[in-house]
């Protein structure tokens, strides 16, 4: 991190009009690092574009990335084109990581999804599409010299029948790849594309903007008259912000074809932060949370969103944040979320990849960032009003994270460390989860997959210094309900003096699942007073922690407390709360509990001669296909759902089937029962450690 330099006038966006915030997304390998060079050398920011291979890219400076060739954190770089200011947001590209890019989506208008032209649309590719709905988006396809016309002809029909007709070219790449061709602002009608042709680009995406203006419909179609940009404009960001339009446009990072016109097209028709879909900011928590609205208006009070946190053991904290409102300058003081005690910015920086900018002022649409600010998190709402406490930014939807892994700190006395060193990455990474597990008296870190967690123990070791060992967790099963069951428990004891009485009667029933848990008081005539009830609760919630069949949590069941008795004297919260523990217990081992085991999603790509062998290894697994693709000539996709429990050490074994030539992506799917042999291992084990104890 180099220290801040000098920032002046200059360096700031003149108007909130100005301003087009975008976020390069796609899978690994589609190009964004090298795009964000392309475009930052073009527009002059840097003076030539760096290279993976050489490891001198403005955006993946960390140790690791430069080790591993990929990016492991969305880096901001900023660039002046055509009076417009332009920032942009690399984000990882591994599917692993791919939390790690979501978090750029709420700090953009637009989402421009990469997809790389020999390989196609790939399972990133689908999940920035999808989770990218709320904002405008694009498609850049990129490596164009590398692909011949007719595979960029079969991939923009496959764009087309993946994401829908609305996608649709803004350009076309020429024959030989070595430029492309204008299909909006002046189209080149007498250029040889590699597909299409210019005119029918052209009209197609006119025609999709004016259906959402009809005077201008009834000019163009009945008038004949032809409509130059200007007058497309309003209708144009219109069909981006309800997604009525996705427009496709073509490139090469590696030769320049394209960046120029991809620079024009990112300054004239997408977005300003007056014109993007507005972000989602609601006050209260929960189901009382309220809309409210939040303005680019650099005269109203301050609000940003932190989206990205940076740890680092020596440099300390860096947030990244985007101002949604009001004006941000140096000595601005600023609240966290609901903190009654502000902090003052003493420096307001710009990224540009590692490099601190200084920053006179940020206006709405600004991407900004302070520096040791050790109470800033992730999603915190920065504000300079209290008339904004309690306001909060809906966040993007993130995978479950679903593949474990026990750590213990191998250095004695460093388990504080170790501790303080998650909890830092625990918040730069939504995808990742930290729970201690009673039953195993383990720390277990959970993520999205093997090399996930691969990364987090490089960046321990790299970054915090720090060793520890592994085990594979418990698998998380979870126990439910199949029918409806009633259960009453007496708890009375008497040791001399007050003794202890409680007793409860309750019902309890199957829900839906992923209902989770419910509880309803139904107790009539004061059978149990109301001031021991919430000792009946925590019996019950004691109960559903323990487990009944198996020793995992109950899940997706209601527990309605119907009736009980009490004592005037020998009553009192353990009595109930030993009461309806027992009542519960006794009430789900007569509803036919049965143990779930956790299914995970799994997208495999391989070659088209390996299918066979990824399918028996499927099936060998107890997993199940539910669909196949065909992503690219040569390529097949694999989606099937398989138990969590079987797929230890399937990295290294579809590694060896596929001799390396392979990617997969995994993601929690649903919970379903256990096949009767699992369940009996399972109940067994759990009666042995139940009478040993």
């Given at each position: 991190?180099?220290?801040?330099?000098?920032?002046?006038?200059?360096?700031?966006?003149?108007?909130?009009?100005?301003?087009?915030?975008?976020?390069?997304?796609?899978?690994?390998?589609?190009?964004?690092?090298?795009?964000?060079?392309?475009?930052?050398?073009?527009?002059?920011?840097?003076?030539?574009?760096?290279?993976?291979?050489?490891?001198?890219?403005?955006?993946?400076?960390?140790?690791?990335?430069?080790?591993?060739?990929?990016?492991?954190?969305?880096?901001?770089?900023?660039?002046?084109?055509?009076?417009?200011?332009?920032?942009?947001?690399?984000?990882?590209?591994?599917?692993?990581?791919?939390?790690?890019?979501?978090?750029?989506?709420?700090?953009?208008?637009?989402?421009?999804?990469?997809?790389?032209?020999?390989?196609?649309?790939?399972?990133?590719?689908?999940?920035?599409?999808?989770?990218?709905?709320?904002?405008?988006?694009?498609?850049?396809?990129?490596?164009?010299?590398?692909?011949?016309?007719?595979?960029?002809?079969?991939?923009?029909?496959?764009?087309?029948?993946?994401?829908?007709?609305?996608?649709?070219?803004?350009?076309?790449?020429?024959?030989?790849?070595?430029?492309?061709?204008?299909?909006?602002?002046?189209?080149?009608?007498?250029?040889?594309?590699?597909?299409?042709?210019?005119?029918?680009?052209?009209?197609?995406?006119?025609?999709?903007?004016?259906?959402?203006?009809?005077?201008?419909?009834?000019?163009?179609?009945?008038?004949?008259?032809?409509?130059?940009?200007?007058?497309?404009?309003?209708?144009?960001?219109?069909?981006?912000?309800?997604?009525?339009?996705?427009?496709?446009?073509?490139?090469?990072?590696?030769?320049?074809?394209?960046?120029?016109?991809?620079?024009?097209?990112?300054?004239?028709?997408?977005?300003?932060?007056?014109?993007?879909?507005?972000?989602?900011?609601?006050?209260?928590?929960?189901?009382?949370?309220?809309?409210?609205?939040?303005?680019?208006?650099?005269?109203?009070?301050a609000v940003a969103h932190v989206f990205q946190v940076q740890n680092d053991p020596f440099r300390g904290r860096l947030a990244l944040f985007?101002?949604?409102?009001?004006?941000?300058?140096?000595?601005?003081?600023?609240?966290?979320?609901?903190?009654?005690?502000?902090?003052?910015?003493?420096?307001?920086?710009?990224?540009?990849?590692?490099?601190?900018?200084?920053?006179?002022?940020?206006?709405?649409?600004?991407?900004?960032?302070?520096?040791?600010?050790?109470?800033?998190?992730?999603?915190?709402?920065?504000?300079?009003?209290?008339?904004?406490?309690?306001?909060?930014?809906?966040?993007?939807?993130?995978?479950?994270?679903?593949?474990?892994?026990?750590?213990?700190?191998?250095?004695?006395?460093?388990?504080?460390?170790?501790?303080?060193?998650?909890?830092?990455?625990?918040?730069?990474?939504?995808?990742?989860?930290?729970?201690?597990?009673?039953?195993?008296?383990?720390?277990?870190?959970?993520?999205?997959?093997?090399?996930?967690?691969?990364?987090?123990?490089?960046?321990?070791?790299?970054?915090?210094?720090?060793?520890?060992?592994?085990?594979?967790?418990?698998?998380?099963?979870?126990?439910?309900?199949?029918?409806?069951?009633?259960?009453?428990?007496?708890?009375?004891?008497?040791?001399?003096?007050?003794?202890?009485?409680?007793?409860?009667?309750?019902?309890?029933?199957?829900?839906?699942?992923?209902?989770?848990?419910?509880?309803?008081?139904?107790?009539?005539?004061?059978?149990?007073?109301?001031?021991?009830?919430?000792?009946?609760?925590?019996?019950?919630?004691?109960?559903?922690?323990?487990?009944?069949?198996?020793?995992?949590?109950?899940?997706?069941?209601?527990?309605?407390?119907?009736?009980?008795?009490?004592?005037?004297?020998?009553?009192?919260?353990?009595?109930?709360?030993?009461?309806?523990?027992?009542?519960?217990?006794?009430?789900?081992?007569?509803?036919?509990?049965?143990?779930?085991?956790?299914?995970?999603?799994?997208?495999?790509?391989?070659?088209?001669?390996?299918?066979?062998?990824?399918?028996?290894?499927?099936?060998?697994?107890?997993?199940?296909?539910?669909?196949?693709?065909?992503?690219?000539?040569?390529?097949?996709?694999?989606?099937?759902?398989?138990?969590?429990?079987?797929?230890?050490?399937?990295?290294?074994?579809?590694?060896?089937?596929?001799?390396?030539?392979?990617?997969?992506?995994?993601?929690?799917?649903?919970?379903?029962?256990?096949?009767?042999?699992?369940?009996?291992?399972?109940?067994?084990?759990?009666?042995?450690?139940?009478?040993?104890?």
């Amino acid at each position: 991190m180099m220290p801040p330099t000098n920032g002046n006038e200059s360096m700031t966006p003149s108007s909130v009009q100005d301003i087009r915030n975008v976020a390069l997304l796609g899978h690994t390998g589609s190009g964004k690092t090298s795009l964000l060079e392309a475009l930052l050398a073009a527009a002059g920011a840097i003076q030539n574009p760096g290279t993976i291979e050489r490891g001198d890219t403005l955006s993946d400076q960390d140790p690791l990335e430069k080790s591993i060739g990929h990016s492991v954190s969305t880096t901001a770089a900023h660039l002046e084109w055509a009076g417009h200011w332009i920032n942009l947001l690399d984000t990882p590209g591994l599917p692993d990581l791919v939390g790690r890019a979501l978090v750029a989506l709420p700090a953009v208008e637009t989402a421009a999804v990469l997809v790389n032209a020999t390989a196609g649309v790939e399972a990133v590719t689908r999940r920035a599409m999808a989770a990218a709905g709320d904002r405008c988006r694009m498609i850049i396809v990129n490596r164009i010299d590398d692909t011949a016309s007719s595979g960029l002809s079969d991939l923009m029909r496959s764009i087309t029948e993946e994401f829908g007709p609305e996608c649709l070219p803004i350009n076309l790449p020429s024959k030989n790849g070595e430029r492309v061709i204008d299909c909006f602002f002046q189209p080149d009608t007498e250029a040889a594309a590699a597909f299409s042709s210019v005119t029918e680009a052209h009209d197609a995406i006119v025609d999709q903007v004016v259906e959402l203006d009809e005077a201008l419909m009834e000019r163009y179609l009945e008038q004949g008259q032809s409509l130059d940009p200007e007058q497309l404009h309003d209708p144009f960001e219109q069909a981006l912000r309800e997604g009525h339009l996705v427009p496709v446009c073509f490139v090469s990072a590696r030769t320049g074809a394209g960046i120029r016109e991809l620079l024009d097209i990112l300054g004239r028709l997408m977005p300003d932060p007056t014109e993007g879909n507005p972000p989602r900011f609601v006050k209260g928590e929960g189901a009382a949370a309220q809309p409210v609205e939040v303005l680019p208006d650099p005269d109203r009070h301050a609000v940003a969103h932190v989206f990205q946190v940076q740890n680092d053991p020596f440099r300390g904290r860096l947030a990244l944040f985007r101002i949604h409102q009001g004006t941000i300058t140096p000595n601005t003081q600023l609240f966290i979320g609901d903190a009654r005690k502000p902090f003052r910015v003493s420096h307001l920086l710009r990224l540009q990849g590692r490099e601190q900018v200084e920053a006179a002022r940020g206006v709405p649409g600004d991407i900004c960032a302070v520096a040791r600010v050790d109470e800033i998190h992730r999603d915190a709402v920065l504000h300079d009003s209290h008339d904004e406490d309690r306001h909060h930014l809906i966040p993007p939807q993130y995978p479950r994270p679903v593949f474990g892994l026990a750590l213990m700190a191998r250095k004695h006395g460093d388990e504080q460390k170790l501790s303080e060193a998650l909890s830092r990455m625990l918040d730069e990474d939504p995808c990742l989860e930290i729970a201690f597990e009673p039953q195993t008296r383990q720390t277990v870190v959970r993520g999205l997959g093997e090399l996930h967690l691969k990364i987090l123990l490089d960046q321990l070791q790299g970054r915090w210094n720090l060793q520890v060992d592994t085990a594979t967790p418990a698998v998380p099963y979870r126990e439910t309900i199949t029918r409806t069951a009633e259960a009453r428990y007496r708890h009375k004891k008497q040791s001399g003096g007050s003794g202890q009485f409680g007793e409860v009667a309750l019902r309890v029933e199957p829900l839906p699942q992923g209902a989770g848990y419910e509880f309803q008081d139904e107790v009539k005539g004061g059978a149990i007073p109301g001031n021991f009830m919430p000792a009946v609760q925590k019996g019950v919630q004691q109960a559903l922690d323990d487990g009944a069949l198996a020793g995992f949590p109950i899940q997706d069941l209601r527990v309605a407390v119907v009736d009980g008795k009490h004592h005037t004297v020998d009553s009192n919260e353990i009595s109930f709360s030993t009461a309806a523990r027992q009542a519960t217990l006794d009430a789900v081992r007569a509803a036919s509990p049965v143990v779930l085991e956790p299914l995970v999603s799994v997208t495999v790509k391989a070659t088209e001669d390996h299918f066979g062998e990824v399918s028996a290894e499927f099936a060998g697994r107890r997993g199940r296909v539910t669909g196949t693709g065909s992503p690219a000539p040569g390529w097949s996709e694999i989606h099937a759902l398989v138990p969590l429990a079987e797929m230890e050490g399937f990295e290294a074994r579809l590694k060896s089937i596929c001799a390396g030539d392979s990617e997969f992506v995994m993601s929690a799917a649903d919970y379903e029962p256990a096949p009767p042999e699992v369940q009996a291992r399972l109940a067994s084990a759990y009666n042995g450690r139940t009478e040993n104890h």
